[in-house]
C-alpha cells in the first residue's frame, strides 16, 4: 500500500489553504468596493450632483441633455437649465450618460421603499419651498437631497402642462397597455409619489432621472 498519496495530498491542501487565505483581504475589499458613487459627473458640458439612496447612485437633477424628441418646457431654454428637458419615452430610454440608465419601475420601487413608502416618499424627494414649487409644496423636506423640481409634461399633441404644479417622470418599464410605460408623478399638493401607465403614452415627453449601472 502506498502511503505517500495521502500524505502528499495533505501537502497539497496546506499549500492551498496557504495561497487562499492571503487572497481573502482581497475578495472582501472587491466587494465593499462593488457599490461607488462619485459626488458629480458632467456631461455634455453639465455637471450634475450624483447622490447615494440606500444602494442605489442616482443623478441629483433632472438630466438636460439636448437630443431628439426632447424638449423645453414652452420652447423656453431657460426652463431647461432649471427644470430639465423633457423627453419623449424612445428617447428617454437611451439618453443617459455611459454607465448610467433610465431606472426601471423595480428601481423606482426601491428608492421609494427606502424613503418609507408612495405615501410620504414624494415629500423626501421633493425640493423644499416654493422658489419652483407652486404653494404649498406639501410634505417637501428633500430629505433624500433629490430634489425633484415642477417641470411639468408635454402632451403628445405639443402642449406644455403644469409647470411648478407637477412633475412626470419616465421609467423604461413597459405597461400593460400597449404604447403606455411606467412613470412616476409629484405634486405641489401632496406628500406621496404616484406611479401608473394608463394615461401617458410614450410620445408624451417628461422628465427623466439617470441611475447608475
Not at 117 to 129: P, T
Not at 188 to 195: K, V
Request: net charge neutral; charged share 15%; hydrophobic share 30%.
Amino acid at each position: 500500500m502506498n502511503m505517500r498519496s495521502p500524505i502528499r495530498l495533505f501537502q497539497l491542501l496546506i499549500i492551498s489553504t496557504i495561497v487562499i487565505i492571503p487572497l481573502l483581504p482581497g475578495c472582501k475589499k472587491d466587494a465593499a468596493q462593488k457599490f461607488t458613487c462619485p459626488s458629480t459627473i458632467d456631461y455634455g458640458g453639465i455637471e450634475y450632483p450624483a447622490i447615494k439612496i440606500g444602494e442605489q447612485c442616482w443623478l441629483g437633477k433632472n438630466l438636460n441633455y439636448e437630443a431628439e424628441k426632447s424638449y423645453c418646457y414652452n420652447g423656453d431654454p431657460l426652463n431647461c437649465e432649471t427644470y430639465g428637458r423633457l423627453y419623449q419615452w424612445e428617447t428617454a430610454l437611451v439618453v443617459c450618460p455611459p454607465g448610467w440608465h433610465l431606472p426601471s419601475n423595480d428601481e423606482w420601487t426601491q428608492l421609494i421603499n427606502f424613503l418609507g413608502g408612495d405615501s410620504i416618499a414624494g415629500g423626501s424627494l421633493k425640493e423644499e419651498g416654493t422658489t419652483h414649487w407652486k404653494s404649498p409644496n406639501t410634505g417637501a423636506t428633500n430629505a433624500s437631497g433629490f430634489a425633484i423640481l415642477p417641470g411639468g409634461w408635454r402632451g403628445q399633441e405639443g402642449s406644455y402642462r403644469d409647470l411648478t404644479y407637477r412633475t412626470g417622470i419616465w421609467t423604461s418599464t413597459e405597461g400593460l397597455s400597449p404604447g403606455r410605460p411606467w412613470h412616476a408623478v409629484l405634486d405641489y399638493n401632496a406628500p406621496a409619489i404616484h406611479r401608473g401607465y394608463s394615461s401617458i403614452y410614450k410620445t408624451n415627453a417628461l422628465s427623466v432621472r439617470c441611475i447608475q449601472d
